[in-house]
């Protein structure tokens, strides 16, 4: 059963309890990410992300890390390009404890100049790790050149300059223009009552402000690039991606359908072709990354550098059946088991659940969406609507490949980049 409530001061508290579980996956998600951030500040919200650990007016570091370890329990937190979430998975009857552990987070962290610069030195070595990990920066670099000029092409992590720019009263101010009621969403799953949540709830973040700062956004505008990189890697990287769907999107269901028939799962095309048939690659895959406004359909594979032209036309090429050829029905029903199977299995852990209902209060403003609502809108995509939706997103205009490896222009000497 899924609840909701909104506070005086305009937190909305949500959950879903399920009968039987002995555990809560309790999270408060802020709808603030990177793409709320200013070239300057790029990386403060993740930034904040960090310094919301290192101890309370009440609690020091090692205090709140005991204070859930001690129950079994498992605190944790992450930012994306929209929306920061802070999360613990405790027993039931640690609720009360767990409110007032990330409401005290929220209101009352430190920021203490010593751990800042401490955290400072850990972020810098985060970057550091994500650039000497290509399979995981090409991600970034590929965001880049995608959404050029917006800030949903900023890292979230940050740069190196505005990392070590960042001080103590911006991150203050920051967080008093977002960490804002109206910003502020507390989901719940597992064996709680509503009632007393939102009364814990109340008790822990009633003070929060209720508004902050209003931020106008403008979608951003997808063009065409095509961008080498060279390094000196054992494997080639290839990022080819295409401008996708809103997060809310009435034809959502037709890409979540039309990716796993792409590169979503073993039995797909791309998984089959280039590491089955060809043996040219071990990952393979490919993602619709949804946002608020607008969306990235991505393809990513690791090969050598002397097979990358062949997996990129290969990648192209399947990009183009895909677009021209409609489906057979039978290939579509084993997708649309697929993702039925994966969102029931997905519903036994606490954490999906919350996550689910965070996710659909966040980009839908609905949380009555039920399973079995999914699963019907699952099964009513249509053959023509998943070629309706290739025509639609699989176009040049918007086609987008970043290549990192021991490569150059002059190796792709015949590889059309077009589909069709």
């Known amino acids: 059963m899924i609840q909701r409530t909104t506070l005086d001061n305009g937190i909305r508290v949500l959950s879903e309890k399920v ?28 930034y904040i992300e960090h310094m919301l650990f290192k101890g309370t007016s009440r609690r020091s570091a090692q205090d709140v890390a005991r204070e859930v370890d001690s129950v079994g329990g498992l605190l944790n937190g992450f930012t994306s390009r929209e929306f920061s979430c802070y999360f ?22 430190r920021f203490d100049l010593d751990d800042i610069e401490k955290e400072r030195r850990v972020i810098l070595q985060e970057i550091a790790m994500i650039e000497d990990s ?30 070590a720019d960042i001080d103590r009263q911006q991150m203050l101010n920051f967080m008093s223009e977002r960490y804002v009621g109206r910003n502020l969403c507390v989901v719940a799953a597992g064996g709680l009552d509503h009632e007393e949540l939102v009364t814990l709830v109340e008790q822990a973040l009633g003070g929060v402000t209720e508004s902050g700062v209003e931020q106008e956004f403008v979608a951003p505008v997808v063009k065409r690039q095509i961008e080498m990189v060279q390094r000196d890697l054992e494997q080639t990287h290839i990022c080819l991606g295409l ?3 809103p997060q809310n999107h009435v034809n959502r269901y037709g890409t979540y359908l039309l990716n796993t028939i792409l590169g979503g799962n073993m039995s797909s095309r791309l998984f089959q072709k280039v590491r089955e048939d060809l043996g040219m690659a071990y990952s393979v895959y490919s993602y619709h990354h949804n946002h608020s406004d607008s969306g990235a359909f991505i393809v990513y594979a690791g090969t050598s550098s002397e097979n990358a032209p ?16 409609a489906v057979s029905f039978e290939e579509l ?62 176009v040049n205009e918007t086609l987008n490949l970043h290549v990192t490896g021991r490569i150059s222009p002059a190796d792709f000497p015949d590889v059309d980049m077009q589909i069709g």
């Open 333 to 394: 029903q084993s997708a649309k088991d697929y993702l039925k199977g994966s969102m029931l299995l997905s519903m036994e852990s606490m954490d999906n659940r919350m996550t689910r209902l965070a996710k659909n209060e966040l980009f839908l403003r609905d949380v009555g969406i039920s399973l079995d609502e999914s699963r019907a809108n699952i099964d009513a995509v249509t053959v023509e609507l998943v070629q309706h939706m290739a025509e639609s997103l699989f």
């Open 310 to 325: 062949l997996v990129t036309r290969t990648i192209l090429k399947e990009l183009t059946r895909l677009r021209y050829e």
């Open 88 to 109: 613990v998975k405790i027993l039931a009857e640690k609720l009360p404890m767990a409110v007032d552990l990330l409401g005290d987070l929220i209101c009352h962290s």
């Open 134 to 163: 290509p399979e995981e920066s090409i991600h970034d670099q590929f965001a880049h050149g995608f959404w050029a000029g917006h800030p949903l092409g900023m890292p979230v992590i940050g740069t190196r300059q505005s990392v």
């Open 243 to 245: 401008e996708g769907l």
């Open 19 to 46: 009968p039987g579980c002995h555990s809560i996956s309790l999270g408060v998600w802020v709808n603030n990410g990177s793409r709320h951030e200013s070239a300057e500040l790029n990386g403060i919200s993740h």
